[in-house]
């Protein structure tokens, strides 16, 4: 069977969550690297792997696979009985964590997602930073981590006392704010603060940041 294939950009948060997801799991793969620069990933090859061109895309033997966070959903179900669980069995439980991964995406991306751009990847294309869009977007963002705080009071982690899908769908774009002056929004909050310094501490994390150099 052919190996796991990541098509991506190491630097990419949503690339990292599939590879995060792949080193908890203990699954080997092979990352294929796509050149965001030079527009690789808006053209064949690629662009048959994801019609949308965007990274990454997938692919386990015959199936094939765009949207990271869809990845991650087959990688803790198909690799179920290797490394960090990730999931549980009882559909209550489960269901804490769909709701987890949905405030990730619906909530907490948007605006986690904007700032890493002005602050991150702007500066990386030597684009200017706008400081109004930062603060516009540290607003939005506080508003979800107040929520955050709340729960993070009741739970270790998202979903309950384990670490899970709902938490490391998280780990790329703080790892990028945490560098940021965004990174006052977290540490002001001690109950995200600790959650943050447990779940970016993971081994599987440091593996992916490793990935860089
Ligand atoms: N919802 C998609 C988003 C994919 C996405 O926006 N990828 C970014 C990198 S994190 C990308 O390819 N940006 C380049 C572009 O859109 O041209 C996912 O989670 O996979």
Redesign the pocket.
């Known amino acids: 069977m052919a190996p796991v294939k990541v098509h991506g950009?190491v630097l990419?948060?949503?690339?990292r969550?599939v590879i995060a997801a792949l080193y908890e799991k203990d699954v080997k793969f092979e990352v294929v690297p796509i050149d965001?620069g030079t527009g690789e990933?808006?053209k064949e090859p690629f662009i048959s792997l994801n019609p949308?061109?965007?990274?990454?895309a997938f692919e386990d033997g015959d199936l094939k696979l765009?949207?990271?966070?869809a990845?991650t959903q087959y990688i803790v179900h198909e690799y179920a009985d290797k490394g960090t669980p990730m999931v549980f069995q009882d559909s209550k439980k489960m269901a804490m964590i769909a709701v987890g991964c949905e405030v990730e995406g619906q909530k907490f991306d948007p605006a986690a997602s904007k700032l890493t751009f002005e602050q991150v990847i702007k500066p990386m294309l030597k684009m200017p930073t706008d400081a109004a869009v930062v603060e516009e977007y540290e607003a939005k963002l506080a508003v979800v981590l107040d929520v955050y705080e709340i729960r993070l009071a009741q739970s270790k982690y998202l979903a309950g006392e384990r670490f899970t899908l709902a938490d490391l769908h998280h780990i790329p774009t703080i790892h990028y704010l945490m560098g940021t002056q965004s990174k006052k929004l977290f540490v002001c909050r001690p109950h995200v603060s600790a959650w943050v310094a447990d779940i970016t501490a993971r081994p599987a994390w440091k593996k992916v940041i490793a990935l860089q150099k």
């Open positions: 950009n990419s948060v949503c690339t969550r965001l990933h808006k949308f061109g965007e990274v990454p765009f949207e990271s966070r990845i």
